[in-house]
Protein backbone atom coordinates (compact mmCIF):
# COMPACT_ATOMS: atom_id res chain seq x y z
CA UNK A 1 0.00 0.00 0.00
CA UNK A 2 0.93 3.52 -0.58
CA UNK A 3 2.22 5.77 2.67
CA UNK A 4 4.20 8.69 3.09
CA UNK A 5 6.77 9.30 6.29
CA UNK A 6 7.69 13.13 7.38
CA UNK A 7 10.76 13.06 9.48
CA UNK A 8 10.24 15.46 12.41
CA UNK A 9 7.18 16.36 13.36
CA UNK A 10 8.45 19.92 14.39
CA UNK A 11 11.24 21.53 12.69
CA UNK A 12 13.12 25.10 13.94
CA UNK A 13 14.42 27.11 11.90
CA UNK A 14 16.08 30.80 12.05
CA UNK A 15 14.54 33.68 9.75
CA UNK A 16 16.95 33.24 6.87
CA UNK A 17 18.15 30.05 7.04
CA UNK A 18 17.42 27.30 4.67
CA UNK A 19 14.20 25.59 5.29
CA UNK A 20 13.91 21.66 4.94
CA UNK A 21 10.94 19.32 5.38
CA UNK A 22 11.67 15.77 4.56
CA UNK A 23 9.55 13.52 3.28
CA UNK A 24 9.76 9.67 1.46
CA UNK A 25 7.07 7.45 0.16
CA UNK A 26 6.28 3.87 -0.88
CA UNK A 27 4.57 3.69 -3.77
CA UNK A 28 4.51 0.83 -6.56
CA UNK A 29 3.30 2.61 -9.28
CA UNK A 30 4.88 6.04 -10.60
CA UNK A 31 3.76 8.13 -7.80
CA UNK A 32 2.15 11.57 -7.60
CA UNK A 33 3.19 13.65 -5.20
CA UNK A 34 2.58 16.85 -3.19
CA UNK A 35 2.63 19.58 -0.64
CA UNK A 36 0.63 21.17 1.00
CA UNK A 37 0.52 24.00 3.33
CA UNK A 38 -2.08 24.62 6.25
CA UNK A 39 -2.04 27.82 8.12
CA UNK A 40 -3.73 27.84 11.83
CA UNK A 41 -7.39 27.82 11.86
CA UNK A 42 -7.35 27.48 8.05
CA UNK A 43 -7.65 24.52 5.30
CA UNK A 44 -4.86 23.36 3.41
CA UNK A 45 -3.62 24.90 0.05
CA UNK A 46 -1.43 23.61 -2.68
CA UNK A 47 2.30 24.52 -2.52
CA UNK A 48 3.84 21.96 -5.19
CA UNK A 49 3.36 19.30 -7.13
CA UNK A 50 5.20 16.31 -9.07
CA UNK A 51 3.61 14.60 -11.90
CA UNK A 52 5.57 13.66 -14.43
CA UNK A 53 8.78 15.39 -16.61
CA UNK A 54 11.48 18.00 -14.40
CA UNK A 55 11.94 16.22 -11.03
CA UNK A 56 12.53 20.04 -9.50
CA UNK A 57 9.56 21.44 -9.42
CA UNK A 58 8.93 25.15 -8.06
CA UNK A 59 5.47 25.70 -6.29
CA UNK A 60 4.63 28.93 -5.11
CA UNK A 61 6.48 31.17 -1.86
CA UNK A 62 9.88 30.16 -3.16
CA UNK A 63 9.21 27.01 -1.81
CA UNK A 64 10.61 23.60 -4.56
CA UNK A 65 10.85 20.08 -4.23
CA UNK A 66 12.87 17.50 -5.80
CA UNK A 67 12.00 14.10 -6.70
CA UNK A 68 14.32 11.48 -6.50
CA UNK A 69 12.96 7.72 -7.40
CA UNK A 70 16.26 6.17 -6.04
CA UNK A 71 15.61 7.42 -2.32
CA UNK A 72 11.79 7.69 -2.62
CA UNK A 73 12.31 10.96 -1.05
CA UNK A 74 10.36 14.65 -2.02
CA UNK A 75 11.66 16.94 -0.03
CA UNK A 76 10.74 20.53 0.03
CA UNK A 77 13.01 23.25 0.65
CA UNK A 78 13.18 26.77 0.20
CA UNK A 79 16.84 29.07 0.93
CA UNK A 80 15.73 31.73 2.83
CA UNK A 81 12.91 31.20 5.55
CA UNK A 82 10.27 34.18 6.60
CA UNK A 83 8.23 34.20 9.58
CA UNK A 84 5.14 33.39 7.48
CA UNK A 85 6.47 30.52 6.65
CA UNK A 86 5.38 29.23 9.78
CA UNK A 87 2.66 26.76 9.24
CA UNK A 88 1.96 22.52 8.92
CA UNK A 89 3.35 21.11 5.75
CA UNK A 90 1.80 17.92 4.77
CA UNK A 91 3.88 15.57 2.17
CA UNK A 92 0.79 13.86 0.06
CA UNK A 93 0.81 10.38 -2.50
CA UNK A 94 -1.45 9.43 -4.89
CA UNK A 95 -1.96 5.64 -4.62
CA UNK A 96 -2.88 3.50 -7.29
CA UNK A 97 -6.40 2.95 -6.27
CA UNK A 98 -6.86 6.75 -6.69
CA UNK A 99 -6.52 7.48 -2.71
CA UNK A 100 -4.64 10.36 -1.56
CA UNK A 101 -2.73 10.05 1.28
CA UNK A 102 -1.25 12.62 3.76
CA UNK A 103 2.04 11.95 5.54
CA UNK A 104 1.66 12.96 9.63
CA UNK A 105 3.03 16.14 8.75
CA UNK A 106 5.46 18.51 9.99
CA UNK A 107 5.05 22.05 11.97
CA UNK A 108 7.57 24.74 11.05
CA UNK A 109 8.86 27.42 13.61
CA UNK A 110 10.34 30.63 12.15
CA UNK A 111 12.77 31.87 15.20
CA UNK A 112 13.84 35.84 14.69
CA UNK B 1 -16.95 30.12 -7.37
CA UNK B 2 -17.24 29.50 -4.44
CA UNK B 3 -15.16 26.66 -4.25
CA UNK B 4 -15.60 24.09 -1.68
CA UNK B 5 -18.25 24.48 1.07
CA UNK B 6 -18.70 22.72 4.26
CA UNK B 7 -21.00 23.47 6.94
CA UNK B 8 -21.38 23.89 9.97
CA UNK B 9 -17.61 25.36 10.97
CA UNK B 10 -18.79 24.24 14.71
CA UNK B 11 -20.61 21.44 16.03
CA UNK B 12 -21.13 19.99 19.47
CA UNK B 13 -22.79 17.25 20.00
CA UNK B 14 -23.67 14.66 22.68
CA UNK B 15 -22.72 10.80 22.72
CA UNK B 16 -25.23 8.86 20.25
CA UNK B 17 -26.43 11.76 18.56
CA UNK B 18 -26.51 11.52 15.14
CA UNK B 19 -25.70 14.78 12.40
CA UNK B 20 -24.83 14.86 8.74
CA UNK B 21 -21.54 17.41 7.62
CA UNK B 22 -22.54 19.08 4.41
CA UNK B 23 -19.90 19.63 1.59
CA UNK B 24 -20.22 21.49 -1.41
CA UNK B 25 -18.34 21.77 -4.67
CA UNK B 26 -19.08 24.43 -7.26
CA UNK B 27 -15.92 22.94 -9.39
CA UNK B 28 -17.61 19.90 -11.26
CA UNK B 29 -15.06 17.62 -10.16
CA UNK B 30 -15.84 13.92 -9.78
CA UNK B 31 -13.12 13.34 -7.06
CA UNK B 32 -14.42 14.05 -3.44
CA UNK B 33 -12.96 12.95 -0.18
CA UNK B 34 -13.86 13.41 3.54
CA UNK B 35 -10.53 13.62 5.57
CA UNK B 36 -10.08 14.28 9.46
CA UNK B 37 -7.23 16.12 11.19
CA UNK B 38 -6.00 14.99 14.42
CA UNK B 39 -3.43 16.17 16.20
CA UNK B 40 -0.12 14.00 15.65
CA UNK B 41 -2.05 11.97 12.81
CA UNK B 42 -1.65 14.47 10.27
CA UNK B 43 -4.94 14.13 7.87
CA UNK B 44 -6.22 10.11 7.24
CA UNK B 45 -8.83 9.33 4.42
CA UNK B 46 -12.86 8.64 5.99
CA UNK B 47 -14.67 8.01 2.32
CA UNK B 48 -13.72 9.54 -1.18
CA UNK B 49 -16.14 9.04 -4.25
CA UNK B 50 -15.08 8.62 -8.06
CA UNK B 51 -18.21 10.23 -9.13
CA UNK B 52 -22.48 10.15 -8.29
CA UNK B 53 -23.34 7.23 -7.08
CA UNK B 54 -19.68 5.84 -6.45
CA UNK B 55 -17.91 5.66 -3.21
CA UNK B 56 -15.34 3.96 -1.59
CA UNK B 57 -13.82 3.49 2.32
CA UNK B 58 -10.92 5.45 3.10
CA UNK B 59 -8.22 4.39 5.80
CA UNK B 60 -10.56 4.92 9.02
CA UNK B 61 -14.56 4.67 7.47
CA UNK B 62 -15.68 3.19 10.75
CA UNK B 63 -18.65 5.07 12.65
CA UNK B 64 -19.03 7.35 8.92
CA UNK B 65 -21.68 7.12 6.07
CA UNK B 66 -21.23 8.68 2.84
CA UNK B 67 -23.39 9.25 -0.39
CA UNK B 68 -22.92 11.04 -3.63
CA UNK B 69 -26.08 11.52 -5.50
CA UNK B 70 -24.89 14.37 -7.43
CA UNK B 71 -21.53 15.65 -8.75
CA UNK B 72 -22.18 18.58 -6.14
CA UNK B 73 -22.84 16.92 -3.17
CA UNK B 74 -20.87 14.99 -0.38
CA UNK B 75 -22.11 14.68 2.48
CA UNK B 76 -20.85 12.81 5.80
CA UNK B 77 -22.98 11.16 8.08
CA UNK B 78 -22.38 10.07 12.29
CA UNK B 79 -25.14 7.94 12.86
CA UNK B 80 -24.15 7.60 16.82
CA UNK B 81 -21.37 9.68 17.56
CA UNK B 82 -18.77 8.49 20.18
CA UNK B 83 -15.84 10.86 21.79
CA UNK B 84 -13.53 9.32 19.34
CA UNK B 85 -14.74 11.48 16.47
CA UNK B 86 -14.07 14.71 17.90
CA UNK B 87 -11.47 16.00 15.71
CA UNK B 88 -11.64 18.78 12.53
CA UNK B 89 -13.18 17.64 8.95
CA UNK B 90 -11.89 18.61 5.62
CA UNK B 91 -13.77 18.22 2.63
CA UNK B 92 -12.28 18.36 -0.68
CA UNK B 93 -12.80 17.65 -4.35
CA UNK B 94 -10.09 17.30 -6.83
CA UNK B 95 -9.13 17.45 -10.54
CA UNK B 96 -10.04 15.00 -13.11
CA UNK B 97 -5.98 13.73 -13.23
CA UNK B 98 -6.10 13.95 -9.35
CA UNK B 99 -3.64 16.31 -9.50
CA UNK B 100 -4.65 19.37 -7.12
CA UNK B 101 -7.09 18.90 -4.54
CA UNK B 102 -8.83 22.06 -3.39
CA UNK B 103 -9.62 21.92 0.42
CA UNK B 104 -12.86 23.49 2.55
CA UNK B 105 -12.36 25.42 5.08
CA UNK B 106 -13.34 22.77 7.70
CA UNK B 107 -15.76 21.69 10.18
CA UNK B 108 -14.39 21.10 14.21
CA UNK B 109 -16.53 18.43 15.87
CA UNK B 110 -16.58 18.17 19.59
CA UNK B 111 -18.54 15.23 20.99
CA UNK B 112 -18.88 15.12 24.69
Known amino acids: AQSVTQLGSHVSVSEGALVLLRCNYS??????LFWYVQYPNQGLQLLLK??????LVKGINGFEAEFKKSETSFHLTKPSAHMSDAAEYFC??????????FGKGTRLHILP | NAGVTQTPKFQVLKTGQSMTLQCAQD?????MSWYRQDPGMGLRLIHY???????DQGEVPNGYNVSRSTTEDFPLRLLSAAPSQTSVYFC???????????FGPGTRLTVT
Open chain 2, 92 to 102: ASSTPWRDEQY
Open chain 1, 27 to 32: SSVPPY
Open chain 1, 50 to 55: YTTGAT
Open chain 1, 92 to 101: AVRSRDDKII
Open chain 2, 27 to 31: MNHEY
Open chain 2, 49 to 55: SVGAGIT
